[in-house]
């Protein structure tokens, strides 16, 4: 997708975010499809079961939706029988997991990535090109500019993502809610997004902790190389070939091992740049 996006590096901020506001909504019509698609799978499936519990004899068709949507959230909504297969599977060897989860990421790496992935990661590319052609994202904006960057973009993001927070928490994470939430998900992403460019460009033209910001920009520098580095950490961390802990924290103590990678890349990166001019 970056090689391709590669090939937009000459047009001009405006048609830029022309075309990145022009797959966002690409993107949403395919998410408003989905849910509307699941929704309808829901009514039939509902449908057939009134019909079922009333007693009256179901058609083909009618048990067909009843498998269908029993399918569709065995998909969604493991079981915690499958739940617990799944962290056992990750707790095997190398090799093991390789081929278990095989099928998995051949899934996401085709019918996935460019159903979905391709739209999310080729506008994001966009956006970021014209904000770099148009000085957002060299700090060449005022203070005042990037103050309202950042209230429109958090007042716009943070609400977006709360409400769909909550949404999908006092449903308890049922198939529609999840759905229904994807439809505004670049919504509330892009604004949130333009939310955080303003903050870091603020900390810059600041010139506060210095240090900091050379370790974030050695991080920036090394961004391929910290990336996979993240991987191989996370791979030992977490699967069975390492300590094996995957399944076995609870989501706040997450964000130690987040925290401890971050930290590590912040000192690293800076070191590592020091010998050499890559990473």
Same mark, same amino acid.
């Given at each position: 997708?970056?090689?391709?996006?590669? =090939?937009?590096?000459?047009?001009?901020?405006?048609?830029?975010?022309?075309?990145?506001?022009?797959?966002?909504?690409?993107?949403?019509?395919?998410?408003?499809?989905?849910?509307? !698609?699941?929704?309808?799978?829901?009514?039939?499936?509902?449908?057939?079961?009134?019909?079922?519990?009333?007693?009256?004899?179901?058609?083909?068709?009618?048990?067909? =939706?009843?498998?269908?949507?029993?399918?569709?959230?065995?998909?969604?909504?493991? =079981?915690?029988?499958?739940?617990?297969?799944?962290?056992?599977?990750? !707790?095997?060897?190398?090799?093991?997991?390789?081929?278990?989860?095989?099928?998995? +990421?051949?899934?996401?790496?085709?019918?996935?990535?460019?159903?979905?992935?391709?739209?999310?990661?080729? =506008?994001?590319?966009?956006?970021?090109?014209?904000?770099?052609?148009?000085?957002?994202?060299?700090?060449?904006?005022?203070?005042?500019?990037?103050?309202?960057?950042?209230?429109?973009?958090?007042?716009?993001?943070?609400?977006?993502?709360?409400?769909?927070?909550?949404?999908?928490?006092? +449903?308890?994470?049922?198939?529609?809610?999840?759905?229904?939430? +994807?439809?505004?998900?670049?919504?509330?992403?892009?604004?949130?997004?333009?939310? !955080?460019?303003?903050?870091?460009?603020?900390?810059?033209?600041?010139?506060?902790?210095?240090?900091?910001?050379?370790?974030?920009?050695?991080?920036?520098?090394?961004?391929?190389?910290?990336?996979?580095?993240?991987?191989?950490?996370?791979?030992?961390?977490?699967?069975?070939?390492?300590?094996?802990?995957?399944?076995?924290?609870?989501?706040?103590?997450?964000?130690?091992?987040?925290?401890?990678?971050?930290?590590?890349?912040?000192?690293?990166?800076?070191?590592?740049?020091?010998?050499?001019?890559?990473?």
């Amino acid at each position: 997708i970056g090689l391709f996006a590669f =090939s937009f590096r000459n047009w001009e901020p405006k048609y830029l975010i022309t075309g990145a506001i022009f797959l966002l909504l690409i993107s949403t019509a395919l998410a408003t499809k989905d849910y509307f !698609h699941t929704n309808s799978v829901y009514k039939k499936s509902e449908e057939a079961l009134v019909k079922k519990n009333n007693g009256q004899v179901l058609m083909k068709d009618d048990s067909a =939706s009843i498998d269908k949507w029993k399918s569709l959230v065995a998909e969604r909504k493991p =079981s915690p029988e499958k739940v617990k297969e799944d962290i056992e599977s990750r !707790h095997k060897g190398y090799f093991s997991i390789l081929m278990d989860k095989a099928s998995v +990421n051949q899934f996401m790496q085709t019918y996935i990535m460019y159903r979905y992935f391709f739209w999310d990661m080729f =506008s994001m590319m966009l956006l970021g090109m014209a904000f770099l052609k148009n000085g957002i994202l060299r700090a060449a904006k005022s203070n005042s500019y990037y103050l309202m960057l950042a209230l429109a973009g958090y007042s716009v993001g943070l609400t977006t993502n709360y409400l769909e927070t909550s949404h999908v928490v006092s +449903n308890q994470f049922a198939v529609i809610p999840m759905e229904l939430v +994807n439809i505004t998900y670049d919504l509330g992403r892009v604004f949130t997004t333009f939310g !955080h460019v303003a903050v870091i460009m603020l900390f810059i033209k600041s010139g506060i902790l210095p240090f900091l910001q050379r370790a974030l920009a050695a991080v920036g520098q090394m961004a391929f190389t910290n990336y996979i580095m993240q991987t191989i950490i996370c791979n030992t961390i977490f699967l069975g070939f390492g300590f094996g802990l995957y399944g076995m924290l609870e989501r706040y103590e997450l964000y130690y091992i987040v925290f401890g990678i971050w930290i590590l890349q912040l000192i690293w990166s800076p070191v590592w740049l020091r010998y050499f001019r890559f990473g």
